[in-house]
Nanobody
Framework: QVQLVESGGGLVQPGGSLRLSCAAS????????IGWYRQAPGKEREFVAYITSVGDIRNYTPSVKGRFTISRDNAKNTVYLQMNSLKPDDTAVYYCGARLTWGAAYDYWGQGTQVTVSS
């Protein structure tokens, strides 16, 4: 059974940090690129960051560049999103997705983890 399970979300004050994890099972994780997306209340889901299957290419949306870092450990079938200098605008449900082919639709999605940045 294919699963992507996000964890690590929570409530944090502005300027704080969180590390999200996306744990995969049921497919050959090391063949898949992984993306993080987020959806705030009343808004559409938006791209946050992406890492290729071997971790050689990483992309970020401009609003998080320099604050967020995506990484992966293929031995643990896990992708991480280190989020520093968090802002209230980062408040959203964060989802990870897996895709086999560059530029194609995502094959699998997780259920999401809530991140709330508030004082």
């Amino acid at each position: 059974q294919v699963q992507l399970v996000e964890s690590g979300g929570g409530l944090v004050q502005p300027g704080g940090s969180l590390r999200l994890s996306c744990a995969a099972s049921g497919f050959t994780f090391s063949n898949y690129g992984i993306g993080w997306y987020r959806q705030a209340p009343g808004k559409e889901r938006e791209f946050v960051a992406y890492i290729t299957s071997v971790g050689d290419i990483r992309n970020y949306t401009p609003s998080v560049k320099g604050r967020f870092t995506i990484s992966r450990d293929n031995a643990k079938n896990t992708v991480y999103l280190q989020m520093n200098s968090l802002k209230p605008d980062d408040t959203a449900v964060y989802y990870c997705g897996a895709r086999l082919t560059w530029g194609a639709a995502y094959d699998y999605w997780g259920q999401g983890t809530q991140v709330t940045v508030s004082s």
